[in-house]
């Protein structure tokens, strides 16, 4: 029973151009949706965040989209830059977080 | 910098002996928790701590206990490792409890168990 799905467990994008990443959910009481990004050998970093009362987040880079009557949220980065090369996290929740399983990013110099 | 440790980063063990993990914070967060994550799959919470009191959550093994002597400390020892309990073992602290706050994880340990 997995409440919070990311479909695509991998995606390559060329510098440059917008990457997306897409996660879906089921549980309509999530309240609080964040992205994670996560290097090799090292724990996840909070990356952005939104809230259910809201359908848009931005900060530099990157932009998280809410539909919540869709149950999806995504996460825009553009320009995508080789550092952006990671694996991505959504986690869903209130007081508690459940993640979803991951995409790999690369991004193509 | 303020941070979380977690130490070791790897450990081996055998099955069925026990095993601690440790876990570290000098953010001097109210709220620590344990993730179980295995290979190819969605961190999963085991329980966590909003300063003492612990929190268990529903599916998690009775082989998982938790110790919090302190703020800045926590420990996961899993008395009777078996080979489904290899993964990687992640700690998060938060402020507070509550929507909206951050989680702030450390590095990881891997678990191996032969």
């Known amino acids: 029973d997995q409440q919070v799905k990311q479909n695509s467990p991998s995606l390559s994008v060329q510098e440059g151009r917008i990457s997306i990443l897409n996660c879906d959910y089921t549980n309509s009481m999530f309240d609080y949706f964040l992205w994670y990004k996560k290097y090799p050998a090292e724990g996840p970093t909070f990356l952005i965040s939104i809230s259910s009362i809201k359908d848009k987040n931005e900060d530099g880079r990157f932009t998280v989209f809410l539909n919540k009557s869709a149950k999806h949220l995504s996460l825009h980065i553009v320009p995508s830059q080789p550092g952006d090369s990671a694996v991505y996290f959504c986690?869903?929740?209130?007081?508690?977080?459940?993640f979803g399983t991951g995409t790999r990013l690369t991004i193509i110099p | 910098d303020a941070m979380v440790i977690q130490n070791p980063r790897y450990q081996v063990t055998q099955f069925g002996k026990p095993v601690t993990l440790s876990c570290s914070q000098t953010l001097n967060h109210n709220v620590m928790y344990w993730y179980q994550q295995k290979s190819s799959q969605a961190p999963k919470l085991l329980f966590h701590?909003?300063?003492?009191?612990?929190?268990n959550e529903a599916d998690t093994p009775d082989n998982f206990q938790s110790r919090r002597p302190n703020t800045s400390f926590c420990f996961l020892d899993i008395r009777s490792p078996g080979l489904g309990d290899a993964a990687m073992y992640l700690c998060?602290?938060?402020?507070?409890?509550?929507?909206?706050?951050?989680?702030?994880f450390g590095p990881g340990t891997r678990l191996l168990v032969l």
């Open positions: 998060a602290t938060s402020r507070r409890q509550g929507l909206g706050e951050t989680q702030y």
């Open positions: 986690a869903c929740g209130n007081e508690k977080l459940t």
């Open positions: 701590y909003y300063d003492k009191d612990f929190n």
